[in-house]
Nanobody, 123 residues
Framework: QVQLVESGGGSVQSGGSLRLSCVASKSTYNCMGWFRQAPGKEREGVAAIGADGRAIYTDSVKGRFTISRDNANTLSLLMNSLKPEDTAMYYC????????????????????WGQGTQVTVSS
């Protein structure tokens, strides 16, 4: 069992930056990812990183967001040039596999989930 705790959310103006962190109760180098869900919308895969360090992003955040592992227990998401459409609850998730499958955006391959941290971007 792995517990995931997110932090770093908040309210910023359009164009601002935030850095989200996710601390895991156990060291893991499996595929980990960030997801988000806005009110009335489906959950969306934002970024993922595999054991090999390869990062994958959804098109809407490419060039603005950076996912990284700070250490074996901590996953980060640096979000720059934030837009109002980035407003959502952001969740950290961990897979049981070392690689991120092609279906990672659906979230189905992730076994452990955090409680989420709210990000609000105002125009």
């Amino acid at each position: 069992q792995v517990q995931l705790v997110e932090s770093g959310g908040g309210s910023v103006q359009s164009g601002g930056s935030l850095r989200l962190s996710c601390v895991a109760s156990k060291s893991t180098y499996n595929c980990m990812g960030w997801f988000r869900q806005a009110p009335g919308k489906e959950r969306e895969g934002v970024a993922a990183i595999g054991a090999d360090g390869r990062a994958i992003y959804t098109d809407s955040v490419k060039g603005r967001f950076t996912i990284s592992r700070d250490n074996a227990n901590t996953l980060s998401l640096l979000m720059n040039s934030l837009k109002p459409e980035d407003t959502a609850m952001y969740y950290c998730a961990a897979s049981l596999m070392s690689y991120c499958s092609g279906s990672w955006p659906s979230g189905g391959a992730f076994h452990y989930w955090g409680q989420g941290t709210q990000v609000t971007v105002s125009s």
